[in-house]
């Protein structure tokens, strides 16, 4: 299995600050990686998709990076609505794996 | 646009089999684009993938419960299925289905999820 580890598990932050989450697999998945947000009682959105592309209806505050077993997610101006719950997947292997999750809660 | 829907019962005995259905509206579930997906989150918890399956009825699985599931489609009611057996208490989770797609050739990520079922495991 591909054991993905997102860091830091929680985050305090303020309206405006530039928020970075890191996800780091177990062995290199190329950049077959996809972020998600998740708010409390919903579905997880997707938000990033093959390490960095955009997905569609997504504001651009919110940008990925990295490939092979290091990647982040940066939102570079909180917003109110972007307090959540963020996940890291890897589908570089057909056995697909999540990160534990970061919690950006409000500072 | 394309929704999806969970349904089933949310309570299951321990030992038995709990039962979904996942029912695709606004779209095909027969598009050779896509794969189509259980996930599962434990309360408080993060996210599992359960197993995939195409609409011809290729199915692949975690190892880690691939034992005991067993996922299925049924085209002519556009919906796809999930079965778990020999619950317990640790079983107990929101369920989700979601469509993966493909990009390029390769498959992608989960686009679009249902709004999930919560099912308890309890006597």
């Known amino acids: 299995d591909i054991q993905m580890t997102q860091f830091p598990s929680t985050l305090s932050a303020s309206v405006g600050d530039r928020v970075t989450i890191t996800c780091r697999a177990s062995?290199?998945?190329?950049?077959?990686l996809a972020w998600y947000q998740q708010k409390p009682g919903k579905a997880p959105k997707l938000l990033i998709y093959?390490?960095?592309s955009l997905e569609s209806g997504v504001p651009s505050r919110f940008s990925g990076s990295g490939s092979g077993t290091e990647f982040t997610l940066t939102i570079s101006s909180l917003q109110p609505d972007d307090f959540a719950t963020y996940y890291c997947q890897q589908y570089n292997s057909y056995l697909l794996t999540f990160g534990g999750g970061t919690k950006v809660e409000i500072k | 646009q394309l929704q999806l829907q969970e349904s089933g019962p949310g309570l299951v005995k321990p030992s038995e089999t709990l039962s979904l259905t996942c029912t695709v509206s606004g779209g095909s579930i027969s598009s050779s684009s896509y794969y189509w997906g259980w996930i599962r989150q434990p309360p408080g918890k993060g996210l599992e993938w359960i197993g995939s399956i195409y609409y011809s009825g290729s199915t692949y699985y975690n190892p880690s419960l691939k034992s005991r599931v067993t996922i299925s489609v049924d085209t002519s009611k556009n919906q796809f299925s999930l079965k778990l057996s020999s619950v317990t208490a640790a079983d107990t989770a929101v369920f989700y289905c979601?469509?993966?797609?493909?990009?390029?050739?390769?498959?992608?990520?989960?686009?679009?999820w249902g709004q999930g079922t919560m099912v308890t495991v309890s006597s």
């Open positions: 093959k390490a960095s």
């Open positions: 062995q290199s998945i190329s950049s077959w």
């Open positions: 979601a469509r993966r797609r493909t990009y390029g050739g390769n498959l992608d990520a989960f686009d679009i």
